[in-house]
């Protein structure tokens, strides 16, 4: 009898498994084609999961063969969920409502009026305003505003 074998399927498609949910970043890296990011996402999904029932079949098909049968029910599990996350990033990132009215990079601001940290309300005019208690501060040139897009 010879020396066991490492279930190499099973790793594939574990590291596939992993690939397919860390695609999605590339989603928010504003490169040309990233609208097919979700589609290589699913394929991958797909075919890691086609590999990780041939690990498992591997293992527990020929065991005389093969090693590791709690690492692969493991890896497997692993997978398994990596693939569900996957699937369902896929399917509900549909269901976000579309951001037509989102403002844009260099857009004017309307005038606003919000409570800073302290609670003191603090109007747009007021953060481009010269410095009060020092007359010689030149007033700011620009103001970063960062909007969180949420859904809930």
């Known amino acids: 009898m010879g020396e066991k074998r490492r279930n190499w399927a099973m790793w594939s498609g574990f590291l596939l498994a992993l690939g397919a949910v860390l695609c999605n970043i590339i989603l928010f890296v504003n490169l040309p084609g990233r609208h097919a990011v979700p589609w290589v996402s699913l394929l991958l999904a797909l ?22 049968k709690v690492l692969t029910s493991i890896m497997s599990l ?64 620009a103001v970063l505003l960062i909007f969180y897009r949420g859904y809930w």
């Open 47 to 68: 075919i890691a999961l086609i590999l990780v029932v041939r690990g498992l079949l591997l293992v527990f098909g020929q065991p005389r063969i093969y090693r590791g």
């Open 78 to 141: 692993v997978s398994l969920l990596l693939v569900g996350a996957t699937i369902f990033i896929f399917f509900n990132a549909r269901a976000l409502p579309a951001s037509a009215s989102a403002p844009q990079v260099g857009q004017k601001v309307p005038e606003f009026t919000l409570a800073d940290t302290s609670g003191q309300p603090v109007s747009l005019d007021q953060l481009f305003a010269a410095g009060a208690n020092d007359l010689q501060a030149s007033p700011p040139r």
